[in-house]
């Protein structure tokens, strides 16, 4: 029997995604980590800070699949930056997707809170295909997520205020001293999960002048009664 050219393309198509679903196999049992709280996940990040999700770019590495996604940064936590690239596994590349299970997943425009580890100094290898100009690239470090993804928070806006999720975890087992478990994240307003991230830092909030005129005026009156 000869085949088409159409043909081999198409037996070449599924070779590569029967390759992947073994890849995606075996990585599965690989997303057992050590379970961390708050703060050693604050302890342990080289970096944390909040933004919007600008872009993202996949590529072929070591015959894995990995992730690039660029976040503008609008707060730093730990850290100043004004922008920063994190590398994940898996993604996909023209018609082949590799998924790993607990692993962070972004979307261009989602707002993040983010515990990174610095891997590299630099993105200059991959700076063209992330719109960064070289001059950035420079002063870009390359980022993974502390404790796979339970580093990596989604803040959505619910009711007029801005709440805090941790969706990609229930993928993931965990290993504590009792055993290992499935962690549960209960959403919590952002005010309230930065108070907690400013106390593990080690300090408090700068206050804005509306809150300070704010603590002023409450004041007076409370003088005054």
């Given at each position: 029997?000869?085949l088409?050219?159409?043909?081999?393309?198409?037996?070449?198509?599924?070779?590569?995604?029967?390759?992947m679903?073994?890849?995606?196999?075996?990585i599965?049992?690989?997303?057992?980590v050590?379970?961390?709280?708050?703060?050693?996940?604050?302890?342990?990040?080289?970096y944390i800070?909040?933004?919007?999700?600008?872009?993202?770019?996949?590529?072929?590495?070591?015959?894995k699949?990995?992730t690039?996604?660029v976040?503008?940064?609008?707060?730093?936590?730990?850290?100043?930056?004004?922008?920063?690239?994190?590398?994940?596994?898996?993604?996909?590349?023209?018609?082949?997707?590799?998924?790993?299970?607990?692993?962070?997943?972004?979307?261009?425009?989602?707002e993040?809170?983010?515990?990174l580890?610095?891997?590299?100094?630099?993105?200059?290898?991959?700076?063209?295909?992330?719109?960064?100009?070289?001059y950035?690239?420079?002063?870009?470090?390359?980022?993974?997520?502390?404790?796979?993804?339970?580093?990596?928070f989604?803040?959505?806006?619910?009711?007029?205020k801005k709440?805090v999720?941790n969706?990609?975890?229930?993928?993931?087992?965990?290993?504590t001293?009792?055993?290992?478990?499935n962690?549960?994240?209960k959403?919590?307003?952002?005010?309230?999960?930065?108070k907690?991230?400013?106390?593990?830092l080690?300090?408090k909030?700068?206050?804005?002048?509306?809150?300070?005129?704010?603590n002023?005026?409450?004041k007076?009156f409370?003088?005054?009664r």
């Open positions: 029997m000869v088409s050219s159409g043909g081999w393309m198409k037996k070449i198509k599924l070779t590569l995604i029967v390759i679903l073994l890849i995606m196999s075996n599965a049992y690989s997303t057992t050590v379970r961390l709280n708050l703060s050693e996940m604050t302890t342990k990040a080289d800070g909040k933004g919007v999700v600008e872009r993202e770019y996949s590529q072929w590495e070591d015959n699949i990995y690039y996604t976040v503008k940064v609008n707060k730093n936590y730990k850290g100043n930056k004004d922008k920063v690239v994190i590398k994940t596994l898996g993604g996909t590349v023209d018609d082949i997707a590799m998924k790993v299970p607990g692993q962070a997943k972004f979307n261009e425009d989602d993040v809170l983010t515990f580890e610095k891997q590299k100094d630099d993105v200059i290898s991959v700076r063209k295909n992330l719109g960064i100009s070289s950035e690239a420079q002063h870009i470090p390359e980022y993974s997520i502390v404790g796979f993804s339970q580093g990596k989604s803040i959505k806006d619910e009711n007029g709440i999720h969706d990609e975890t229930f993928e993931l087992e965990l290993v001293h009792e055993g290992i478990v962690k549960e994240f959403s919590i307003p952002l005010e309230e999960f930065e907690q991230i400013y106390k593990h080690g300090y909030e700068k206050k804005t002048i509306f809150q300070i005129v704010k002023f005026i409450l007076i409370s003088f005054l």
